[in-house]
């Protein structure tokens, strides 16, 4: 993938497995790994990390992660981190793309909250001299070909992540089991992926669907759909939730209406939030994706790519499930 590769693959800080699988450029993996400086232009350069929402615990641990990096790399380069105020804040990526670029950044890495609308403006930063490492959520392949960009993608693979969470469920629950599914974001790349990933478990596993809505990522909105599904469905075996926080929602319906532990319920993320649950059995697994690890990852390729390098197609990062016995 780098230069004449078109394919590499990366692990991030996966149990018994390395941290990086690296293809030519591995001197400079190694490198940036060692905390080696590569040789950059004069100064140092400017990077800027752009987050989805905040509120949600997975995108506070990716900014912690970039925090620690960029301390511990301080005399390499400079840094700023931002976030959206929710999940559907779309204009303020928008204008963090466009603040970066009148501050003369040189990457950004960004998880696009959009992955259409955020091509435009990204193709703009591109044109502008900008090296653009997208991470976490896909941008869309054709609004990215309309904008005349070719950006690689940093990030796991959401359909397969999902399946695990999936499989776990109808692994539990058994043929015939009746589930309902909570999306997140219709914009967003990543959504659709789980969505995909959660199909072919119930496939896979002759589930039942019952039905399936948005609660574009928020724990409060996932909190009243779960309730009306309740109330709409008394036979709801399972719940799978395509991230944490809307599954955090589903627990706390589950919770008033005296049904927890009963209902089984999967996410994603592995934010600090659900390991208590999943402990104490009210949910069932989750995946954890390496959010803290994937913001220095993005870091380190923006720096590659400032150095000379060029990526294309997917850099494909870790997912694993994790259940009861995964939490200590």
Known sequence: MSNSKKHESVLINAP???????????????????????????????????MKSLSNEFFKQMKAGADKYAAENK????????????????????????NFV???YDIIVVAP??????????????????????????????????????????????????KLAGDALAKDLGPGAKVVILEGNPEADN??????????????GKLELLDSKTAHWETEEANTVMTNFLTKYKDIQGVMAANDSMALGVVKALDASGQSGKIKVVGFDNIPSVKPLIKDGKMLA????????????GIKYGLREYAGEKFTGWVKTDVTLVTAKDIK
């Open 191 to 204: 959504a659709k992926e789980r969505k995909v990933g959660f199909m072919d478990s119930i496939k896979a």
């Open 286 to 297: 989750t995946v954890e994706q390496y959010g803290a690890e994937m913001a220095a990852m």
């Open 113 to 162: 909250a959009d992955s259409k609308a955020m091509a435009t403006p990204l193709a703009k930063a591109v044109k502008a001299g900008v090296k653009v490492i997208n991470i976490d959520v896909p941008l869309d392949a054709d609004a990215k070909k309309a904008a005349g960009i070719d950006l690689a993608f940093f990030g796991p693979d959401n359909a397969e992540g999902a």
């Open 75 to 98: 005399d390499k380069f400079d840094f700023k981190a931002v976030g959206m105020k929710d999940e559907r804040d779309f204009a303020s990526q928008v204008d963090a793309v466009e």
């Open 16 to 50: 018994r497995r390395t941290a990086l699988k690296l293809g030519l450029a591995g001197t400079l993996a190694l490198a940036l790994s060692c905390g080696v400086s590569p040789a950059f232009a004069a100064g140092k350069p400017k990077v800027g990390l752009i």
């Open 102 to 104: 009148t501050q003369k």
